[in-house]
């Protein structure tokens, strides 16, 4: 075998992870006088950046105070709703012994498809990086932008590698989010009047609720945009491969041997809405038999009559418009149309990047609201609880942490009855 062949036979995702590797070790080298390590954490702190973000801050104040609030009002509507969902889905990993419904690690893998699942779910890598990348890079711009115009101080902006994970950061002053800060110079630093609070402190309660939902609001939004994206393409390059039916006991379909699937075409004519089911039954009468091409196989039906007309006894889904495209495109029921089927590898892999990148905005950004330390939701909790019941953050501590011990054990629970 040569070596062309060799290297064509290798998993395309596991060369990818070789090249990003690589890539990102060369980065790290040629900036390495700037990039700090602690361990396999490696990320670069500067203020460069500070100056845009203020200007997108005080270029539109009024705007930025409705945008915070609304991320507030999301949050206050998420948290009870993740916070409900966790807890049911440690009622049903209780219930099934671990085998499904518990909590998940959302990892990257060499996989071509996305596999969700209790205990530890894979992403195709190249799927997962994206998606990281942009799910950090929105929130903490998001925090930062927010924070100045709310008037709060930026110590400084940056990047970050984790093993092989990047992201961005937003560091407010007063608070050092990551190990070092001390020992950088002035350039690219400050760290006078530090104190131990936590993260977005300065300012008053509202503006640190503002602040803290501001990531997980712009994650929701970069959802939708993304969504929206994936969906006007599916719209342009897929259609459906035909139309999903469930036969109805009594009528001749299920009579004839259909239970559910697809038809694909009717007497030869092909279909792929509900509508072109329809209208092609119009053009045949009660006791007339035709044949259906579906998913079950080939089936020869006798029309009944119903409402005046000749039936088959389906009911179809399949339909035009946009929700009957999402649903579609949700549960992959579209090919890609003739007119770009030299592009269908392309095609397909950027709608499942898209779809992907929507989809871990959202989730993410919903988990970042559960009310435990030291995500933003429990951020929040520890406001309004600083505000209004100051002497109970004993509790929240108390309660984080249970929360933490809870996803951990869930999670390995799972994978080891999985495994065994």
């Known amino acids: 075998m040569s070596v062309v062949s060799s290297v064509l036979s290798v998993n395309p995702r ?31 702190r500067t203020k460069h950046g500070i100056e845009y973000i203020d200007k997108i801050a005080n ?14 009002v999301f949050a206050v509507l998420t948290i009870p709703f993740i916070l409900f969902n ?37 992403i195709p890598i190249e799927y997962w990086l994206i998606s990281i990348a942009v799910l950090m890079f929105v929130h903490e711009l998001s925090h930062g932008i927010v924070a100045r115009a709310e008037d709060m101080e930026i110590n400084s902006v940056g990047w970050i590698v984790l093993g092989i994970i990047p992201g961005a950061f937003v560091e407010p002053k007063g608070e050092n989010m990551l190990p ?17 609070g936590g993260p977005w ?3 008053s309660w509202t503006s640190q609720l503002k602040v803290l939902a501001a990531g997980s609001f712009a994650n929701y939004i970069t959802a939708f945009v993304f969504a929206v ?29 259909m239970d559910n699937g697809t038809i694909y075409s009717i007497d030869g004519e092909r279909v792929r809405y509900s509508d072109e089911i329809i209208s092609i039954s119009e053009n045949f009468s009660v006791n007339d038999t035709v044949n259906l091409n579906t998913s079950e196989g080939e089936f020869n039906v006798t029309m009944t009559e119903r409402n005046g007309s000749a039936y088959i006894g389906v009911l179809m889904g399949s339909g035009k418009g946009i929700m009957s495209a999402f649903y579609d495109m949700i549960n992959d029921r579209r090919v890609i149309k003739p007119a770009y089927e030299g592009m269908e ?71 080891v009855t999985a495994v065994i």
């Open 59 to 72: 270029a539109a104040p009024r705007f930025w105070n409705f945008y915070g609030w609304t991320g507030v």
């Open 14 to 44: 596991l060369i990818f992870l070789v090249v990003f590797v690589a890539v990102m070790a060369y980065l790290l080298y040629r900036d390495r006088d700037k990039v700090q390590r602690q361990s396999i954490l490696f990320y670069r």
């Open 180 to 196: 070092g800060a001390d020992d950088e110079d002035s350039e690219e630093s400050d760290t006078e009047d530090q104190d131990s």
């Open 86 to 122: 966790v807890l049911v889905s440690f009622s049903n990993m209780l219930s099934t012994g671990g085998s499904s419904g518990g909590p998940s690690l959302v990892a990257p893998g060499l996989n071509s498809q996305a596999s969700f699942q209790s205990g530890i779910s894979f």
């Open 229 to 257: 994206l994936s969906l006007a393409l599916f719209m342009q390059v897929a259609h459906p491969a035909g139309v999903v039916y469930s036969a109805q006991e009594g009528y001749p379909a299920f009579e004839s041997g």
């Open 345 to 415: 590898g392309v095609l397909s892999w950027t709608l499942s990047m898209l779809q992907t990148v929507a989809l871990l905005n959202l989730l993410i950004g919903m988990f970042n609201m559960l009310p435990a330390k030291p995500l933003d939701g429990g951020q929040m909790v520890g406001t309004l609880i600083e505000r209004f019941l100051p002497d109970s953050q004993g509790l929240l501590n108390y309660w984080s942490i249970m929360i933490w011990l809870a996803l951990l054990g869930s999670i390995l629970f799972s994978i």
């Open 201 to 203: 402190d300065q300012g």
